[in-house]
């Protein structure tokens, strides 16, 4: 049985640039097993501060990435049916339940809303999971956390987490990292020269305040990191830029005019 939560075990540090005083609180939150959320946009670091925090407390984590076709059963677990017979197979959250692994749920908010409410009993103090086809209640075991992530502002009316959700909920705020962070981090990801990667950083800064004035979302630390490592590799870096800056995020003429320019001042 250890060995199904071993491989969730993670053996390396990865590398997290803390932005503010995350680790902190995070660690304060864990140590009273407070669900968190953390919320940002897309390719801000959210993922990778879950992967360095479940490292740097020692449990496991186990990540599920939610979409609107999820069911209860494919978080909670199923019977399956194989040439013994029925046997049960736990759900990710059951494993992480039983184990004690940190349940890291992204983009929880595509998950239906009745299929969010399976973690309501692991996220007040009663702390169980009811596997109702199998009928049994699953305590938690004591390391055992939940964690969410969530982008505010991609949600419609239709589409939001219930309050009964949110407050069961710590939430931590991510964001790209200030100018100076992020360029240690696109140089650190990447192996590009730190004056390369204030220039990328400073496209991206201009990218960003085009945000709500003909774009959607502005130029992600995960972009940067991507442009960062086609130069890494050779790549001319007007090239580079297009690849994986500008030509991903929008498909509108000018907005593209636009960002080849701020890519051409800076380089
Ligand atoms: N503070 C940071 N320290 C180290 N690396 C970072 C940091 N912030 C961002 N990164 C880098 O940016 C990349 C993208 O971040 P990550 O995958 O964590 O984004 P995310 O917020 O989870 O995005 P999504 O909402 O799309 O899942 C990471 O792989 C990492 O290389
Ligand atoms: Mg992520």
Not at 170 to 190: M, S
Request: hydrophobic share 40%; net charge negative.
């Amino acid at each position: 049985m250890s060995n199904v939560i071993d491989q969730y075990r993670i053996a390396h540090e990865p590398y997290y640039r803390a932005v503010a005083d995350e680790i902190e609180l995070y660690e304060a939150a864990y140590s009273v097993r407070m669900p968190m959320m953390l919320k940002g946009p897309t390719g801000c670091g959210k993922t990778r501060f879950v992967e360095h925090m479940a490292w740097k407390l020692g449990k496991p984590l186990i990540t599920v990435a939610c979409n609107e076709d999820m069911t209860a059963s494919d978080l909670v677990g199923r019977f399956l049916l194989d040439a013994q017979g029925t046997r049960w197979q736990d759900g990710p959250l059951a494993i992480a339940a039983r184990h004690g692994a940190i349940c890291y749920l992204d983009e929880i908010v595509e998950a239906r809303q009745d299929t969010t409410v399976v973690i309501h009993p692991l996220t007040d103090n009663r702390r169980v999971l009811p596997l109702e086809k199998k009928g049994e209640l699953v305590h938690a075991h004591p390391d055992f956390q939940i964690v969410i992530s969530y982008n505010p502002g991609y949600q419609s009316l239709m589409k939001d987490l219930k309050q009964s959700t949110k407050q069961r909920f710590g939430g931590l705020d991510f964001n790209y990292p200030e100018h100076a962070i992020e360029v240690e981090i696109v140089a650190h990801e990447t192996g590009v020269a730190s004056g390369i990667a204030e220039k990328l950083v400073s496209i991206a800064e201009r990218a960003r305040n085009l945000k709500g004035h003909g774009l959607d979302e502005g130029i992600s630390t995960r972009m940067l990191i991507y442009a960062g490592s086609l130069i890494a590799r050779g790549v001319d870096a007007h090239a580079a830029c297009r690849v994986a800056l500008v030509r991903p995020i929008t498909d509108d003429p000018d907005m593209r005019d636009a960002l080849d320019a701020a890519v051409t001042t800076f380089f």
